[in-house]
């Protein structure tokens, strides 16, 4: 029996070792799929990430299927039921690396796309793919520098997709329809080091420390919203000492991170962090690092017509819901678009032996095709 063509494209896809930043070809296969729909192509290479805009349309609306063609390592290959670069089927699931993060989801761009234009030539607005190499690497020459060229020729998203497994037990059961901020410290308390029989003669910074930081797990940042869970803080790593049990550290590394909702902003974390750090009288160096915005899309065309669809192909309605990590639609959304995030369910992206059930990706496809019928 012959794979159909959404799962024949998958395989494609897995078959290529393209671990982050390379693309090994697979954007390639896209772009010869989507000239003979007579999409606009442009590759964008910056420095080590291939990047591709593909555009089909002139007018507004235009509605953007997101997604990378990167993937994490493999790892140990022999803890693997089958090699991981080789796309296999098992009792109904399509194995492989990147198989649900996320080459089965650019198959059912690809597919559902084919269809609707099959059948809608003429449709209203544009239809683009905007895919990277760059999204489970350091992120800072994909999507991003994507969305700043775009922004800079002032060509405007309305809507997208972005293709991440968003969902949890069944395909659909769950649409991502925003997603926290993110933003890390690293701070380095600072002390005398010494003997520790001498401690009159040191100044351990890990004792004076420790009371900031409980302090700092222990406060309520605030109690999220109606999409939002409340704001966590999580210590991360720690860090400190020479290694022998008879020296006081003189420093004391601390990295945490917070994941926090609309009900803050960056800001307000670092004005309060600042606060109880001197408030507790310490000596220290604090860098942060911010990874994004929280974003939240709420009901209009984009997440009516997701939600829409979803009902027809599953007959059940999807939970919407704002947890997990952070993904590219961060960069999307903060030009002002619509985004939501669907797409297989993601018990095991990144793990070995990860896999998507097939019939899975073939709801997914109609539901992409189902919204641009409703979208578009």
Known sequence: MSDSPVIALAKDFIGRISVTPEDAGCQDVMIARLEKLGFKIETMVFEDT?????????????????????????????????PPFEPTIIDGYLHGRG???MKGSLACFIVAIERFLAENPEHNGSIALLITSDEEGPFINGTTRVI??????????????????SSTHAVGDV?????????????????????????????NPVHRAMPALAELAATTWDNGNDYFPPTSFQIANLHAGTGASNVIPGEFHVQFNFRFSTELTADDIKR???SVLDAHGLDYDLKWTFSGHPFLTDHGTLLDAVVAAIEEVNHSKPELLTTGGTSDGRFIARTGAQVVELGPVNATIHKVNECVKVADLEKLTDMYQKVLEKAL
Not at 52 to 77: I, Q, Y
Not at 148 to 165: F, H, Q, S, Y
Not at 180 to 194: A, E, F, M, N, P
């Open 99 to 101: 198989a649900a993060d």
């Open 175 to 203: 649409v991502k329809n925003g997603r926290r901020g993110s933003i890390t410290g690293d701070v380095t308390l600072k002390g005398v080091q010494g003997h520790v029989a001498y401690p009159h003669l040191a100044d």
């Open 272 to 274: 309060k962090v600042h």
């Open 148 to 165: 700043d060229t775009l922004e800079a020729r002032n060509e405007k998203i309305d809507m997208c997709i972005v293709g991440e497994p």
């Open 50 to 82: 291939t990047n591709l805009w593909a555009r089909r349309g002139t007018e507004a609306p235009l509605l953007v299927f997101a997604g990378h063609t990167d993937v994490v390592p493999a790892g140990s290959s022999d803890k693997w039921h089958t």
